[in-house]
């Protein structure tokens, strides 16, 4: 999926991705924090203009997309690029892994795997910068991060593969 | 004192005014306050008798702060970085622009019977397109998402470095005076004294990123003004351009983490400033002599805009743009405005009535005429781009 990052100098910057019906998404995102969000059917279409937001309402908006209010059901893995080579991991827990019952010290998940557990999430609650004697239990989601290699050995070890 | 602080507070509450009625109107505010200014100035006001706004030294001197910052937010912008990463494209089409654009307002000049250096003042008033109105009117038509954005600002980007030259320059020439040696001398100490800061710039960001290392919002402010100002008067003083000197400093911070928060910190300050320095202008015009610079503010209108829109033609298709796209690129650069005012007030300073008089006058009219003009022609891009296509198809098909 390529991201295509143009600098508009005295304006702001300029990323546009190709959507799955062959238009394009561009946002201006202007130095004073205002997005601006377009869409372009075709190559020699204009832009036309979907909405705009302010630095706050787009951060906002910005979370929704990103599925941080609500996570659709699983269809694979979901990842989400931080920069760079940075990557967000959520992995289920399941009954038959090495992590349910076991606390996170125990489990030595950094030292295994080189991700870092960030949160464990369990039903409604979420407990945030879990410490070495968090017990993780079977149906919680851990939210790991840390390089992309880290992030996909940390899946494998938690679902024992 | 109180004089001068009436004739300040009848500024600020006819830009004001100004600034409603662009805001209403949807026109950009540049124009309107060069208009504002002229109207409440001694050459129409006076003129009929009402009490006017006198130039005096305070107005004068905070038109030169405006000067200052508008220069000091370009080099702000100014990445070396962006355009040595661009810079076959982004030269190729700032050449393109310079070379169709620049001689024809030195010819228009010489052809007048002016010097060297007044026609040399009149090709940077014609070549220069307005960064401020451009960079509006692609916001509000939106075009900003679209491809052809990229050669205009990329244009936009060279003209601003090549200002930057021209400018300290052209102000050693007008304020060298008549003889050649005093020239010569005046521009070995320019591009010293320029050079030095350059070089400042270049290898000193460290120095420039700790100056601004303060969380209060109060010390910064004061501390990004406590080194522009200073540097700008004392170019100034050694009679050096103090335009490009804010540009050089604004560069100098550009490349320093503190940029973003410099734009959103002191925006305001130089929107205040520079609205002065527009009404400034638009004070010390008279519409009688802008009347009377008629043929050649004509001329110049006549010519320029074709200029334009052939350059900026071009321009697209060096980025690969569609023919359709590169004509909006050519419409997209006709509007001139800011710079071409700041080298009009440069020439205000200088020796002989042509310099003095006429060239302002001129500037004054040709920024209105096109200000107006560019805005108008990117809202009828559409009819354009069919008519110059069609010509262009007939002309294919019938060779």
């Keep these: 999926m390529t991201v295509y990052e143009s600098d508009l100098p005295g304006v702001g910057k300029k990323h546009e991705i190709d959507l799955d019906d062959g238009s394009r998404l561009v946002v201006v995102t202007h130095n004073t924090g205002k997005r601006e969000v377009f869409r372009r059917a075709s190559e020699d279409a204009d832009s036309e203009k979907l909405f705009e937001l302010s630095d706050q309402l787009a951060r906002q908006v910005g979370t929704i997309l990103e599925g941080a209010y609500f996570q659709p059901v699983r269809t694979g893995n979901i990842e989400t690029l931080l920069g760079g080579n940075t990557v967000l991991?959520?992995?289920?827990?399941a009954a038959d892994s090495p992590l349910a019952g076991a606390t996170l010290g125990e489990t030595n998940v950094r030292q295994e795997t080189g991700a870092t557990i960030l949160a464990v999430q369990r039903g409604e609650e979420t407990i945030v910068n879990p410490g070495g004697e968090t017990v993780v239990e079977a149906g919680d989601t851990l939210l790991a991060v840390g390089p992309r290699e880290a992030c996909r050995s940390f899946a494998s070890f938690v679902r024992d593969e | 004192m109180a004089a001068d602080l009436l004739a300040l507070g009848e500024l600020f509450a006819v830009v004001a005014v100004a600034g409603a009625v662009g805001l209403r109107l949807g026109l950009s505010v540049?124009?309107?306050?060069?208009?504002?200014?002229?109207?409440?100035?001694e050459f129409v006001l006076g003129r009929v008798g009402l009490p006017y706004v006198s130039s005096g030294e305070a107005i004068t001197l905070l038109a030169e702060l405006g000067i200052v910052l508008l220069l000091f937010f370009l080099g702000l912008e100014f990445s070396l970085d962006r355009l040595l990463a661009a810079r076959s494209r982004i030269t190729r089409a700032g050449l393109l622009d310079l070379g169709v654009n620049f001689p024809v307002g030195v010819g228009i000049g010489l052809a007048l019977g002016w010097s060297a250096v007044e026609a040399l003042l009149l090709?940077?008033?014609?070549?220069?397109?307005?960064?401020?109105?451009?960079?509006?009117?692609?916001?509000?038509?939106g075009w900003i998402a679209n491809p052809e954005a990229e050669p205009i600002l990329g244009t936009l980007v060279f003209e601003d470095l090549f200002m930057a030259a021209y400018l300290a320059f052209v102000s050693s020439l007008v304020l060298g005076g008549e003889s050649v040696e005093a020239t010569l001398g005046n521009v070995a100490v320019a591009f010293a004294f320029l050079g030095a800061l350059f070089?400042?710039?270049?290898?000193g960001t460290g120095l420039f990123q700790g100056a601004l290392d303060v969380s209060s919002p109060e010390a910064f402010v004061l501390r990004v003004l406590g080194v522009t100002v200073p540097v700008a008067g004392a170019a100034l003083a050694l009679g050096v351009s103090e335009a490009v000197a804010a540009f050089f400093v604004g560069m100098g911070f550009a490349s320093t983490e503190h940029r973003e928060r410099i734009e959103r910190?002191?925006?305001?300050?130089?929107?205040?400033?520079?609205?002065?320095?527009?009404?400034?202008?638009?004070?010390?015009?008279?519409p009688l002599q802008v009347v009377g610079a008629v043929v050649p503010l004509a001329l110049a209108v006549a010519l320029t805009t074709p200029t334009k829109l052939v350059s900026g033609y071009y321009s697209g298709r060096t980025y690969d743009l569609s023919p359709q796209r590169s004509v909006r690129v050519g419409v997209g650069l006709v509007a001139r405005g800011e710079f071409s005012l700041v080298i009009a007030a440069?020439?205000?300073?200088?020796?002989?009535?042509v310099m003095r008089e006429t060239i302002?006058?001129?500037?004054?009219?040709?920024?209105?005429?096109?200000?107006?003009?560019?805005?108008l022609l990117m809202t009828q891009s559409d009819r354009i781009e069919t008519l110059v296509l069609r010509r262009g198809a007939g002309s294919a098909d019938s060779s």
């Design chain 2, 360 to 375: 302002p006058a001129l500037a004054v009219g040709y920024v209105l005429a096109m200000s107006v003009l560019g805005t």
């Design chain 2, 123 to 141: 090709g940077g008033i014609v070549y220069v397109s307005s960064s401020a109105i451009v960079t509006k009117s692609l916001i509000d038509l």
């Design chain 1, 89 to 93: 991991e959520w992995v289920d827990v």
């Design chain 2, 346 to 353: 440069l020439a205000a300073g200088g020796t002989g009535a």
């Design chain 2, 199 to 203: 070089l400042l710039v270049q290898f």
């Design chain 2, 30 to 41: 540049i124009p309107l306050y060069v208009l504002g200014g002229t109207v409440a100035g």
């Design chain 2, 265 to 286: 910190q002191l925006t305001s300050v130089r929107d205040v400033f520079g609205a002065v320095f527009f009404f400034w202008i638009g004070l010390s015009t008279d």
